[in-house]
């Protein structure tokens, strides 16, 4: 059964990889998943038949026949437990990896994100100048910690999984800022993800879909 | 084998369930598996011995056996998969269970947290009394959100899940602050989360830390 995915119609970025669809192609590219592409307006995702699939109003979500789910880490983790590839067969080593899902997403995505929202949104503030260094010190604490365990391994546990690929796609978000330039290990990192042929295939599609060619993929 | 966890020698909020311990304690007590608490200071969590079962240097960790485990979702994941009782046995159950758990801490906890950091570190600022309103709003919004899905409903999705635990848990941080008093859905909610026995239990022997009963469970 081919799952179907939402993502924007119209997003922000002009699809570069930002939006969170991203994480979920990029899984079912890994695991040679085919799925379908709904894509939807700004002023539909409030629509009571989006709200259906997503509480919260927002993309991606995730139909495989009668299971609905939402939340890009839920949905990267139901593709790996359906599928060989994103979670090692090891039970110790399994549990580390979702961790590193969780990591990524609790630990690393909301400092990166409290920058980049400041910026789009206060950058005419009054109190901008004060406060973004601040935030930017807040999340590079947490760039430190996690280079530091990452140290010069290819992977932040082992192999690549499904921790990985949140992590990746978390910090590949924050590369426009710069900020990631200042770390030597987690931009090699994130090269090597962008460089494996699933995500390469994830992102031209995502891109696809504003410059004409979605959804004949 | 009996698991090992970390929690704070001293809590910002003197054991009042605020610290992300309390979620993996209350997790093994709905599952009745006991477990040893091994109290770290503030200075001891980024000291290397730390550092290594935890690359954030925070706490709760997760010990048992060879396995080590940070990320409280992902602890409260493991415990749910280990033990019955906190994820339902049917497949697509269990994934929107498992959906819950992440919108908790991904789409519920970071605007919380949000409002409580400002409230802590900036209100001496002079932009606190702008900018406050703006972040409550943003709380605001997914607080209604999830208010329209929950209904007159027990639980999110049936019965009792892992997925509430983490969600319960994370509106219990904000009730302090008075905004979920505009939800009385929500408050009956979490109130219906603190009345479990295992909340109960889990709430006492973190308690305890801070009135001397500790270890004595």
Redesign the interface.
């Known amino acids: 059964m081919t799952p179907i995915i939402t993502a924007f119609e119209q997003s922000p970025d002009r699809g570069k990889g930002q939006a969170r669809d991203m994480r979920v192609r990029w899984a079912l590219e890994e695991v040679n998943q085919a799925y379908d592409v709904r894509l939807v307006s700004f002023t539909g995702m409030k629509e009571p038949e989006h709200?259906a699939l997503h509480?919260?109003?927002?993309i991606p979500t995730y139909e495989e026949g009668?299971?609905?789910?939402?939340?890009s880490?839920?949905?990267v983790?139901?593709i790996a437990e359906s599928h060989a590839g994103l979670l090692p067969s090891d039970a110790?080593a399994r549990?580390?990896a979702?961790?590193w899902?969780?990591?990524a997403?609790?630990?690393m995505?909301?400092p990166l994100?409290?920058c980049e929202v400041a910026m789009l949104l206060e950058r005419e503030?009054?109190?901008y100048e004060e406060?973004q260094p601040v935030l930017e010190d807040r999340a590079r604490k947490?760039l430190d910690?996690?280079s530091?365990?990452l140290g010069d391994a290819d992977w932040l546990d082992g192999t690549f999984t499904a921790g990985d690929l949140l992590m990746v796609a978390v910090l590949f978000r924050s590369k426009e800022s710069g900020i990631l330039e200042e770390y030597p290990n987690l931009s090699a990192y994130v090269a090597r993800g962008e460089a494996r042929p699933a995500f390469k295939r994830a992102f031209a599609a995502q891109l696809a879909v504003f410059t004409g060619a979605h959804p004949s993929r």
Not at 55 to 58: E, R, Y
Not at 66 to 71: K, N, Q
């Open positions: 709200l509480p919260f109003g927002q009668d299971l609905t789910l939402f939340e880490g839920a949905i983790l139901h110790n549990s580390r979702i961790t899902m969780f990591a997403l609790n630990t995505e909301p994100v409290d503030k009054p109190w406060r947490r910690e996690l530091r365990r």
